[in-house]
């Protein structure tokens, strides 16, 4: 709760309420809420027993104050009467505590002080040492109750008989058995062998044509270095008259090596022919591709739109569930491997054929005719 005035120059009366109201619960204050634009009163909820809460009512946990019964009246009971606010901070002003229906509190029980100490209270048996004589050096003045002589440990020890009190027992140092602390056994100095071990002989491995970790291949005989060089020979030779065979060779080789089946995708182009082709084709940075890597497609699509296509088409876009405009030379990132493509002049003709193709891959079911271009 702030100490100082709780109605300041943030709060404005609102007009249909020129005299605020006493605090009641579930009742308006009269007065706007300061954080927000709504022109709604605040109103009163359950506080404490001596306090109560204020909150806006426009928005849910919006603004909530807390303030003491007896400092609101007082404030409200000034401003009621023609004063402005806020109203200066006097506690002699506030009077009493009071609660919500105005009836006078007690006042509070004083809070324990956190410094003040509770007085230990004096020990139930003294030390008997003090009225026979003098006393241990760290005498104590609060006697053992099973002490035989009532005295504190120090002077049991000091002064009482020993063995007679079974409360203060000293413990007797533990002390080794006199055999060993007369005949301890003699330490035997370290001795040097008497002749070095040999050290191990290295051992030599024949020269080898390592193939892989911890496997070791054959050494190779002279004729077959002669067939090696005379092989690398030839091939810069061949790479030199003719580099286009070499790029078949390549080709066949990246054609033979392994390949992602997660990467090859099926394009169904849907034209005004009867048959509508399905294309298969390997896109290696799937799901990003570029559609005019698939030469396939693009033949077939030149020869279904004409002379006069602009090397854009239509495909379903799976994720906006719509038709998706998009040229065959812009990288996309795709979300289905099923892609279901037409020419965009052709798609009013082909739309039954369309939606065929569409339910047969479980896919449609469209949200609107417009297309997205990209």
């Known amino acids: 709760m702030p100490k100082g005035p709780y109605i300041g120059n943030r709060y404005q009366r609102l007009p249909q309420h020129q005299v605020l109201p006493p605090p009641k619960h579930g009742g308006k204050v009269g007065l706007s809420c300061p954080d927000c634009s709504n022109n709604t009163s605040l109103v009163y909820v359950p506080g404490g027993e001596e306090t109560v809460k204020v909150k ?29 606010y806020p109203i200066p ?44 004589g003098a006393t241990a050096a760290k005498h104590k003045p609060a006697g053992h109750a099973a002490c035989s002589s009532r005295y504190c440990k120090s002077c049991c020890i000091a002064y009482g008989p020993p063995g007679a009190c079974h409360a203060h027992r000293q413990k007797e140092p533990i002390m080794p058995p006199a055999q060993l602390r ?33 496997r070791s291949g054959r050494t190779i005989p002279d004729e077959s270095d002669k067939i090696i ?18 790029v078949q060779d390549d080709a066949r080789a990246s054609s033979n090596a392994p390949f992602d089946e997660g ?26 591709a570029t559609l005019q890597d698939c030469t396939s497609l693009l033949r077939k699509a030149k020869e279904a739109a004409g002379p006069k296509w602009d090397d854009t088409v239509l495909f379903w876009d799976e994720e906006i569930r719509n038709w998706h405009e998009i040229p065959v030379t812009l990288p996309h990132r795709y979300t289905h491997r099923h892609l279901v493509i037409c020419i965009p002049s052709q798609r009013v003709a082909l739309c039954t054929q369309l939606q065929e193709v569409l339910e047969d891959l479980h896919m449609g079911n469209q949200r609107s005719l417009k297309v997205h271009p990209t």
């Open 56 to 84: 806006c009512a426009s928005i849910r946990n919006h603004y909530y104050r807390t303030f003491k019964l007896n400092q609101l009246n007082h404030e409200i009971a000034c401003i009621n009467a023609g004063a402005k």
């Open 263 to 288: 990467k090859v995708v099926s394009l169904h182009l849907v034209t005004l022919e009867q048959r509508h082709p399905v294309l298969s084709h390997m896109f290696p940075q799937w799901p990003l």
């Open 89 to 132: 901070f006097d506690p002699s002003a506030h009077g009493p505590r009071v609660n919500i229906a105005g009836v006078v509190l007690p006042p509070p029980p004083p809070k324990p002080s956190k410094t003040a100490k509770t007085p230990r209270a004096p020990p139930a048996i003294m030390c008997a040492r003090p009225q026979e």
């Open 182 to 214: 007369s005949n301890p056994a003699p330490r035997v100095p370290h001795q040097p062998p008497t002749a070095p071990p040999n050290p191990k002989r290295l051992r030599l491995i024949p020269a080898q044509c390592a193939q892989s970790v911890r």
């Open 229 to 246: 060089e005379r092989a690398t020979q030839a091939q810069a030779e061949r790479k030199q008259l003719s580099p286009h065979v070499v």
